[in-house]
Nanobody, 115 residues
Framework: QVQFVESGGGLVQAGGSLRLSCAAS????????MGWFRQAPGKEREFVAT????????KYADSVKGRFTISRDNAKNTVYLQMNSLKPEDTAVYYC????????WGQGTQVTVST
């Protein structure tokens, strides 16, 4: 199946910004509505944002609305998550995955926001 690889995580100060990327293999990327999810230590994985196949419809968790922006470039088989005004509570491993159907999770990318 198509695999997705997250990158762009790192350490950033509170109030700072970070841009995550999710690269897909193959030529079927445009067939998937995509989502970003995150999981903090000891907590369940939670929804962050989704984007439809054409990039015309997006949804966000209330906790990130107004601060995060999801986008995609189907020609590059990539989905992005621009994160602004980061807070310590945003610290988590971030994952990307199609929103429809089951499938394996990737390794994710670590985002750490310091005070």
């Amino acid at each position: 199946q198509v695999q997705f690889v997250e990158s762009g995580g790192g350490l950033v100060q509170a109030g700072g910004s970070l841009r995550l990327s999710c690269a897909a293999s193959g030529r079927t990327f445009s067939s998937y509505a995509m989502g970003w999810f995150r999981q903090a230590p000891g907590k369940e994985r939670e929804f962050v944002a989704t984007i439809n196949t054409g990039g015309t419809l997006t949804k966000y968790a209330d906790s990130v609305k107004g601060r995060f922006t999801i986008s995609r470039d189907n020609a590059k088989n990539t989905v992005y998550l621009q994160m602004n005004s980061l807070k310590p509570e945003d610290t988590a491993v971030y994952y990307c995955k199609p929103t429809v159907g089951p499938g394996p999770w990737g390794q994710g990318t670590q985002v750490t926001v310091s005070t």
